[in-house]
């Protein structure tokens, strides 16, 4: 009897066991194949006419122009590069007014802090080019302005209303002022603008400006900067220089009154431009202002005497002495407004007749 019910409790052990695997294997198999589950494979999307929502594109940011470190010469020579920079007014609206500065040689950006401030306070742009001793001085002028005739609206500058302001080198705005097409032409060999089809310098400012007169400075600067424009000849330099001031400004048109150095030397020096009876363009009105008490830097008489050709040539030109000041007296805030000024009252009467 007990084997008995021994052998049954070990069939009913056995039975348990296979029930229990059979069941596992059976959930096993519902958990593959999902039976019992609530989830269901989803139906294919139903297909519709309309089309799909596209994703917006961003609008594109415009390109930032900047507005420092502009190339206008000897773009590809790291040497010889120059760059310029322009400040917009903080009022008015595009296109500004511009003024194309340049600074005395070997002059500091800070000393012209005031100044450009009081300009900018007046409602002027202003282009400047840094001063240095690597100062291309003839060619820096030329470049500088081909480079605003063919870039001014990509920046907000008004071309036509636009004049140079030049401290100490008044050359640099004069020539350009008054130079002709060949001038142009020879002065732009290493600018990547072309010669402008119109210059629109509507005025030229120069404060304590040396401009080479023949009674002037052609004696004290001209040695140092007219040599190497002086082609074709061994002669000294100064011997050059001393032989053309001899000959009065009015007669170096008059033929056989020059010889080749000679003439290529008055082409550099603005005195012969204003005497041409034939000018490239309308000519550009003069703010000539000037010290009172200069020392050893550029004298009064160089505006005087420039004034008095301008008058002759009935080229516009208005002269203002600014006493108890002096060369550098520019960096004082007083002095630097009032120039501005000056500057303002001159630009407004020269531009009144032109739309903003």
């Not at 100064?238 to 009154?257: K, Q, S, T």
Request: aromatic fraction near 10%; include cysteine; charged fraction near 20%.
């Amino acid at each position: 009897m007990q084997t008995t019910v021994s052998r049954q409790k070990m069939i009913w052990a056995l039975w348990k066991r296979r029930v229990r695997v059979c069941v596992l294997l059976l959930m096993a198999l519902c958990i593959l194949t999902g039976c019992g589950s609530s989830q269901a494979t989803p139906p294919p999307a139903t297909a519709t006419a309309a089309p799909p929502t596209a994703t917006p594109s961003p609008e594109p940011s415009p390109t930032p122009v900047s507005m420092e470190d502009i190339a206008y010469y000897n773009v590809d020579n790291p040497v010889l590069k120059r760059t310029l920079s322009i400040l917009h007014p903080d009022s008015g609206n595009p296109p500004y007014p511009v003024i194309l500065f340049t600074p005395a040689i070997y002059s500091s950006p800070s000393d012209y802090t005031n100044i450009i401030e009081e300009l900018l306070s007046h409602g002027y742009a202003v282009v400047t080019i840094a001063g240095n001793n690597n100062y291309g001085l003839y060619a820096d002028g030329f470049c500088a302005w081909a480079w605003l005739e063919e870039n001014a609206g990509s920046y907000g500058l008004d071309i036509d209303r636009a004049l140079v302001f030049d401290h100490g080198v008044g050359v640099a705005g004069t020539l350009p002022g008054l130079g002709d097409k060949s001038l142009w032409t020879e002065m732009l060999t290493y600018c990547p603008s072309p010669v402008p089809a119109t210059v629109h310098i509507r005025g030229v400012v120069a404060l304590n400006g040396w401009f080479l007169i023949p009674e002037g400075s052609l004696m004290w600067w001209g040695e140092y900067f007219l040599t190497t424009r002086a082609t074709g000849t061994t002669e000294k330099p100064a011997d050059l220089i001393m032989r053309l001031a001899l000959v009065p400004y009015e007669e170096w048109r008059n033929p056989g009154r020059l010889d080749a150095p000679m003439q290529h030397l008055a082409t550099y020096v603005p005195v012969y431009y204003v005497t041409d009876p034939n000018p490239a363009g309308k000519r550009p009105a003069f703010l000539l202002l000037h010290s009172g008490k200069e020392k050893d830097e550029v004298p009064a008489s160089e505006s005087l005497r420039l004034a008095a050709i301008l008058e002759k040539a009935d080229i516009p030109m208005k002269l203002q002495e600014m006493p108890d000041t002096d060369f550098s007296s520019i960096k004082e805030k007083d002095v630097a407004a009032q120039v501005a000024d000056y500057i303002d009252a001159f630009t407004q009467e020269l531009f009144a007749n032109t739309g903003p």
